[in-house]
C-alpha cells in the first residue's frame, strides 16, 4: 500500500433495505484538502468497521444523527497528521478520531486524540478504544461482576465481547462465551473462557447453553438481542444484570421484531436489563484507559484483528460483521504506517 496523491472517499449513496449493498456506497476520488487555520490535515491508516454503522446508515432517530445521503461516510480511524495549523499539532503525531471513510481528512484540535507511539495501531480501534471501553464500561458499571459469579457473553469472539471475557475473568468470574465458529470458540478457550457454545451447530441451542451455566447467569452481556436474549433471560440468578450492549442479530430487519418472550424473568429474579452507549462515559475515557492499557501491557487482555486490505473494501467488509467472518476487531488498512 502507498500513499496516494488524491483523497479516495467513500459516500453513502442511498439507504439499505436489509443488509447494506455496494450500491449504497459511492467511491470517489478528490483532491486532498488544505488546512485553514486552526486545522490538522489527517492522513488515515486504520478505520474500524462497526456493527452500529448499518444504524447510521438508517435515516431513524438514534442516540447520533444518520450520516446523511452524499456525505462520506462515518467511522473512526487512526489516522497520521501530515500537515496543521493547529496549537499542539504537527506532521508526525498519531491520532484517533470520528474521520470518516476517506484517506485524507481535515479535523480540528477537539476532534482528536493524540495516541501513544510504541504500540500497535490497531490496539486503538480494540482493546484501548472504543471497543474496549465498551466492554469495560458495559461490564463493570452496568454487569458489575464478582468474585466466582457467571459471565454470559454473546459475540463472545468478536471486538467488544473478547474483551468483556477477558476482564470478566480478571474479575474472577465463570465465564461462558457463545460464538458462530469451532475456532472462535477455540480460541476463546485459550484466552481462559471457562466453557463455549457454538450457537450456530449446537442441536438444542437452549440445553447446550443452559448445560454450560451450570449456576445460572449473573451477568448477560447481551450484544445480539433475539433468541439467544430470550434464552439467556431463562437462566438468571436473583439480582442477576443484563448490559444491553447491542442487538445484531436485528440490525437487518425489514420487519417488526418480537420483543423477548421471557421477558417477566426481569421481574421474578428482580434482575436488571440496562442498555447504554459508550459516548456517554467520555469524561471516564481516561481511567479506563489507563487501567486497560496495564492490563494490556501485562498480557491479561489481548486483542486479535481481523484486517481487510483497502478502503475500496470496506463496503463489503462491513458485511463480515453479519455473516460472523470476523474474528477479534474487523478493521480496514486505508495506507501504510509510518516508516
Ligand atoms: N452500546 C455501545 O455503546 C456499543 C459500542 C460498540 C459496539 N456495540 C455493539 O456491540 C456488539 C458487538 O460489536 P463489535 O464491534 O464487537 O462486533 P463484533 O462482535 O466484532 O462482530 C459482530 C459479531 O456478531 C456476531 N453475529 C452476527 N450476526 C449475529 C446473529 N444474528 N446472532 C448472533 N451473533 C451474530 C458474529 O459473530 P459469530 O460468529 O459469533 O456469529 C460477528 O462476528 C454489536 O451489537 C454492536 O452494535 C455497542
Same mark, same amino acid.
Given at each position: 500500500m502507498?500513499?496516494?496523491?488524491?483523497?479516495?472517499?467513500?459516500?453513502?449513496?442511498?439507504?439499505?433495505?436489509?443488509?447494506?449493498?455496494?450500491?449504497?456506497?459511492?467511491?470517489?476520488?478528490?483532491?486532498?484538502?488544505?488546512?485553514?487555520?486552526g486545522?490538522?490535515?489527517?492522513?488515515?491508516?486504520?478505520?474500524?468497521?462497526?456493527?452500529?454503522?448499518?444504524?447510521?446508515?438508517?435515516?431513524?432517530?438514534?442516540?447520533?444523527?444518520?450520516?446523511?445521503?452524499?456525505?462520506?461516510?462515518?467511522?473512526?480511524?487512526?489516522?497520521?497528521v #501530515?500537515?496543521?495549523?493547529?496549537?499542539?499539532? +504537527?506532521? $508526525?503525531? =498519531?491520532?484517533? /478520531? %470520528?474521520?470518516?471513510?476517506?484517506?485524507? !481528512?481535515?479535523?480540528?484540535?477537539?476532534?482528536?486524540?493524540?495516541?501513544?507511539?510504541?504500540?500497535?495501531?490497531?490496539?486503538?480501534?480494540?482493546?484501548?478504544?472504543?471497543?474496549?471501553?465498551?466492554?469495560?464500561?458495559?461490564?463493570?458499571?452496568?454487569?458489575?461482576?464478582?468474585?466466582?459469579?457467571?459471565?454470559?457473553?454473546?459475540?463472545?469472539?468478536?471486538?467488544?465481547?473478547?474483551?468483556?471475557?477477558?476482564?470478566?475473568?480478571?474479575?474472577?468470574?465463570?465465564?461462558?462465551?457463545?460464538?458462530?465458529?469451532?475456532?472462535?470458540?477455540?480460541?476463546?478457550?485459550?484466552?481462559?473462557?471457562?466453557?463455549?457454545?457454538?450457537?450456530k451447530?449446537?442441536?438444542?441451542?437452549?440445553?447446550?447453553?443452559?448445560?454450560?451455566c451450570?449456576?445460572?447467569?449473573?451477568?448477560?452481556?447481551d450484544? #445480539?438481542?433475539?433468541?439467544?436474549?430470550?434464552? +439467556?433471560? $431463562?437462566? =438468571?440468578?436473583? /439480582? %442477576?444484570?443484563?448490559?444491553?450492549?447491542? !442487538?445484531?442479530?436485528?440490525?437487518?430487519?425489514?420487519?417488526p421484531?418480537?420483543?423477548?418472550?421471557?421477558?417477566?424473568?426481569?421481574?421474578?429474579?428482580?434482575?436488571?436489563?440496562?442498555?447504554?452507549?459508550?459516548?456517554?462515559?467520555?469524561?471516564?475515557?481516561?481511567?479506563?484507559?489507563?487501567?486497560?492499557?496495564?492490563?494490556?501491557?501485562?498480557?491479561?487482555?489481548?486483542?486479535?484483528y481481523?484486517?481487510?486490505?483497502?478502503?475500496?473494501?470496506?463496503?463489503?467488509?462491513?458485511?463480515?460483521?453479519?455473516?460472523?467472518?470476523?474474528?477479534?476487531?474487523?478493521?480496514v488498512?486505508?495506507?501504510?504506517?509510518?516508516?
Amino acid at each position: 500500500m502507498t500513499a496516494t496523491d488524491s483523497n479516495l472517499q467513500i459516500l453513502l449513496d442511498s439507504r439499505p433495505e436489509g443488509l447494506p449493498e455496494d450500491s449504497n456506497f459511492k467511491t470517489t476520488r478528490g483532491d486532498i484538502p488544505t488546512p485553514g487555520d486552526g486545522q490538522i490535515l489527517a492522513r488515515n491508516i486504520y478505520l474500524s468497521l462497526d456493527p452500529a454503522m448499518r444504524g447510521w446508515m438508517t435515516d431513524r432517530k438514534s442516540y447520533i444523527e444518520p450520516v446523511q445521503l452524499g456525505d462520506v461516510m462515518r467511522g473512526l480511524t487512526v489516522a497520521e497528521v #501530515v500537515d496543521s495549523k493547529a496549537d499542539g499539532f +504537527a506532521p $508526525g503525531d =498519531l491520532v484517533s /478520531g %470520528a474521520l470518516g471513510w476517506q484517506s485524507y !481528512a481535515l479535523a480540528e484540535p477537539k476532534e482528536l486524540q493524540k495516541l501513544p507511539g510504541g504500540l500497535p495501531l490497531p490496539l486503538f480501534l480494540g482493546p484501548l478504544g472504543m471497543t474496549g471501553l465498551t466492554a469495560y464500561f458495559g461490564l463493570l458499571d452496568i454487569g458489575q461482576p464478582k468474585e466466582g459469579e457467571t459471565v454470559l457473553v454473546s459475540a463472545a469472539a468478536g471486538a467488544v465481547g473478547s474483551v468483556v471475557g477477558q476482564i470478566a475473568k480478571i474479575k474472577g468470574c465463570r465465564v461462558v462465551g457463545l460464538a458462530g465458529t469451532d475456532d472462535k470458540c477455540a480460541w476463546l478457550k485459550e484466552m481462559g473462557f471457562d466453557a463455549t457454545v457454538n450457537y450456530k451447530t449446537a442441536e438444542d441451542l437452549r440445553k447446550a447453553i443452559y448445560k454450560a451455566c451450570p449456576n445460572g447467569v449473573d451477568v448477560y452481556f447481551d450484544n #445480539v438481542g433475539g433468541e439467544i436474549l430470550d434464552i +439467556a433471560l $431463562g437462566l =438468571l440468578n436473583q /439480582g %442477576a444484570r443484563i448490559p444491553l450492549c447491542g !442487538a445484531i442479530s436485528q440490525y437487518n430487519a425489514t420487519e417488526p421484531v418480537p420483543g423477548p418472550y421471557n421477558y417477566l424473568s426481569l421481574l421474578v429474579n428482580r434482575a436488571r436489563l440496562e442498555g447504554f452507549i459508550v459516548f456517554d462515559y467520555r469524561r471516564r475515557y481516561p481511567e479506563a484507559l489507563q487501567q486497560l492499557g496495564q492490563w494490556v501491557a501485562e498480557g491479561k487482555i489481548e486483542g486479535r484483528y481481523d484486517i481487510v486490505q483497502g478502503l475500496e473494501n470496506a463496503p463489503q467488509a462491513l458485511l463480515k460483521l453479519f455473516d460472523g467472518s470476523n474474528t477479534g476487531k474487523l478493521i480496514v488498512q486505508i495506507g501504510d504506517e509510518p516508516a
